[in-house]
């Protein structure tokens, strides 16, 4: 209630300049989405409390760990908001984001990737798409696993890695993707793409396919200037 009235006050400052049609369906998605995360169905996917406790063992837990980095033991507990995605998911929710952080090893990379990250990901990550299978929910569900960067293929002096624009990696599962398929391929450095490279653009046109947007549409902005979803890119069919 204190979020929409914050929303409604801000939305008075500057509601007598818009126009009146683009206002209204602003309001209109802003509804949607109030209701979205206000309605009971919402709120009950919330109380985590309700799963069995085999199912949030499943997921695992980020415990705080002993650890070498000065990120590890300060990690939130992203496996078991990955279970909070699926049920979101179950309550109808379009999209869901997990933000799993703390992955930014410019500090002793290895370490803290066999000994933290990586084996609650593998758990909590293969729990989640397994979850969804079995409930009949992942061939309508796009998991998308993302990051904003590759990693330096040079170990710096810290044992770490730094950030990396020009090549990374993201994992697909859902929605029709093909299990198992490995498209393009990076230098044997990690270093630069190889065969068959992609773009971010590409994979937002795989994701807007799935949710049935077409990238090639113009959208006119509040001024009534055009505006493409997508100004590049395109899906990437040796997914499916």
């Given at each position: 209630?204190?979020?929409?009235?914050?929303?409604?006050?801000l939305?008075?400052?500057?509601?007598?300049?818009d126009?009146?049609?683009?206002?209204?369906?602003?309001?209109?998605?802003?509804?949607?989405?109030?209701?979205?995360?206000?309605?009971?169905?919402?709120?009950?996917?919330?109380?985590?409390?309700?799963?069995?406790?085999?199912?949030?063992?499943?997921?695992?837990?980020?415990?705080?760990?002993?650890?070498?980095?000065?990120?590890?033991?300060?990690?939130?507990?992203?496996?078991?908001?990955?279970l909070?995605?699926?049920?979101?998911?179950?309550?109808?929710?379009r999209?869901?984001?997990?933000?799993?952080?703390?992955?930014?090893?410019?500090?002793?990379?290895?370490?803290?990737?066999?000994?933290?990250?990586?084996?609650?990901?593998?758990?909590?990550?293969?729990?989640?798409?397994?979850?969804?299978e079995?409930?009949?929910?992942?061939?309508?569900?796009?998991?998308?696993?993302?990051?904003?960067?590759?990693?330096?293929?040079?170990?710096?002096?810290?044992?770490?890695r730094?950030?990396?624009?020009?090549?990374?990696?993201?994992?697909?599962?859902?929605?029709?993707?093909?299990?198992?398929?490995?498209?393009?391929?990076?230098?044997?450095?990690?270093?630069?793409?190889?065969?068959?490279?992609?773009?971010?653009?590409?994979?937002?046109?795989?994701?807007?396919?799935?949710?049935?947007?077409?990238?090639?549409?113009?959208?006119?902005?509040?001024?009534?200037?055009?505006?493409?979803?997508?100004?590049?890119?395109?899906?990437?069919?040796?997914?499916?």
């Amino acid at each position: 209630q204190d979020r929409r009235s914050l929303l409604d006050r801000l939305d008075a400052l500057n509601r007598s300049l818009d126009q009146p049609t683009s206002m209204q369906a602003i309001d209109a998605f802003h509804a949607q989405a109030i209701e979205i995360v206000s309605g009971s169905a919402a709120q009950a996917a919330f109380d985590l409390d309700s799963e069995p406790a085999a199912v949030r063992e499943r997921y695992g837990f980020f415990e705080p760990y002993k650890s070498r980095v000065r990120a590890g033991g300060d990690a939130p507990n992203w496996p078991q908001r990955m279970l909070l995605a699926r049920r979101l998911v179950e309550a109808g929710v379009r999209l869901v984001t997990v933000d799993c952080r703390w992955w930014d090893t410019h500090e002793d990379n290895f370490w803290a990737l066999e000994n933290g990250f990586c084996p609650r990901w593998d758990q909590a990550y293969t729990a989640l798409l397994s979850d969804l299978e079995e409930r009949g929910l992942l061939e309508s569900t796009l998991v998308v696993a993302w990051g904003e960067m590759g990693r330096t293929p040079r170990v710096n002096n810290s044992a770490g890695r730094d950030h990396w624009p020009n090549v990374m990696s993201v994992a697909l599962a859902g929605g029709g993707v093909q299990g198992g398929r490995i498209v393009g391929s990076s230098d044997k450095h990690a270093a630069y793409p190889k065969d068959n490279p992609k773009i971010a653009q590409d994979v937002l046109a795989t994701i807007y396919r799935h949710v049935g947007v077409d990238t090639s549409v113009k959208y006119p902005d509040l001024a009534g200037r055009p505006h493409s979803v997508l100004p590049c890119g395109e899906p990437i069919h040796e997914l499916f």
